[in-house]
């Protein structure tokens, strides 16, 4: 089979294209022919070598979509979808070849309103969202400001439109911003940190958020000073040097928390149980994204380099 491959973590010169074998599942497992599998920001640093504990040679990809061709009888040609968790891509061989091998209880039966590439948007993203809202308690009426426009915080959006929450992003670019207000959603340009208190209040009627999702990895020090009184404040990100200064006399003073959110920390068996909630919150009927472009397994090398060089759009890789 054609799989995506590193032989060391550090750089990505290190990433080839390989013909290797086709994998053999084992006792409680199904192999997977992948029709599209995500690439992901965290695919990315996995190949630069931001986790210690990847271990290489290694196959990368953490989101994917396919057809069972083998495993037990009751899941022999269904299409499922799956991925994103502990261990996947990092410590075992992930999905961005033309077939994987997951345990068989780490799959779901992929809702039939997406297409195989629309299915394979949707794990990091929206798995690191939902974990977000479900741990900081956004539910309807919640004040729920995000910061930032990426795949993350939109998932978020839609998650907590779908629970009935008063949502508000905060972005950076102002082009950004007419683009989500073109498409109804409430916005603003993020102004400088000391006057995000004052600017976030003027969008939840002078009254400060209960709930601050920061997926940038700078704004915490401003969410705090933000957040409202017994508030929540995830986070999903950080400087590269994993340090920040922040405010702690005014969280505590609020009474405020702050919440790290990781995927990693999931099996892939409880990420499947988590693609089944999200589909069940839209009752089914799940956004379908449109803001990707599909690339060719083969262009994959070229993909990678395409997203280290910051570019924004959403990618998804077909065998």
């Known amino acids: 089979m054609q799989a995506l491959q590193f032989s060391e973590a550090g750089s990505l010169e290190s990433l080839q294209l390989n013909e290797l074998p086709k994998p053999v599942p084992g006792a409680g497992e199904v192999l997977i022919e992948v029709r599209a599998a995500g690439l992901n920001p965290s695919d990315l640093k996995n190949v630069l070598g931001r986790f210690p504990y990847t271990r290489t040679p290694r196959i990368p990809g953490r989101d994917f979509s396919g057809v069972v061709v083998e495993g037990p009888d009751d899941m022999l040609g269904k299409a499922v979808w799956g991925g994103t968790g502990k261990g996947f891509s990092f410590t075992r061989d992930g999905c961005h070849a033309q077939y994987v091998v997951v345990p068989a209880n780490a799959v779901a039966v992929m809702p039939e309103s997406l297409s195989f590439a629309q299915a394979a948007t949707f794990g990091v993203p929206f ?49 950004v911003v ?16 000391e006057q995000l208190p004052e600017q976030t209040q003027a969008h939840f009627a002078q009254q400060s958020p209960e709930v601050i999702f920061d ?84 262009d994959a090398v070229a993909a990678y380099h395409k997203v280290n060089e910051g570019g924004a759009e959403k990618i998804v890789l077909i065998p």
Do not use: K
Not at 140 to 156: C, P, Q, S
């Open 215 to 298: 997926t940038t990895g700078f704004w915490l020090p401003a969410a705090v000073n933000t957040v409202g009184t017994l508030g929540r404040i995830a986070v999903i990100a950080a400087p590269v040097d994993g340090m920040i200064s922040m405010p702690i006399l005014n969280l505590y003073r609020r009474g405020g928390s702050v919440i790290g959110v990781n995927s990693l920390l999931y099996s892939l068996e409880d990420c499947a149980r988590m693609l089944e909630q999200i589909n069940a919150a839209f009752d089914g009927a799940l956004p379908v994204p449109e803001n990707f472009s599909e690339w060719s397994l083969s």
């Open 127 to 175: 798995i690191t969202a939902w974990d977000a809202l479900e741990r900081s308690q956004v539910q309807a009426g919640t004040r729920f400001l995000i910061i930032g426009a990426g795949a993350v915080a939109r998932a978020a959006h839609l998650l907590a439109e779908a629970r009935g929450a008063h949502v508000v992003l905060g972005v950076r670019r102002a082009e």
């Open 178 to 193: 007419e683009e989500l207000q073109a498409q109804g959603i409430s916005a603003f340009q993020l102004p400088g940190a």
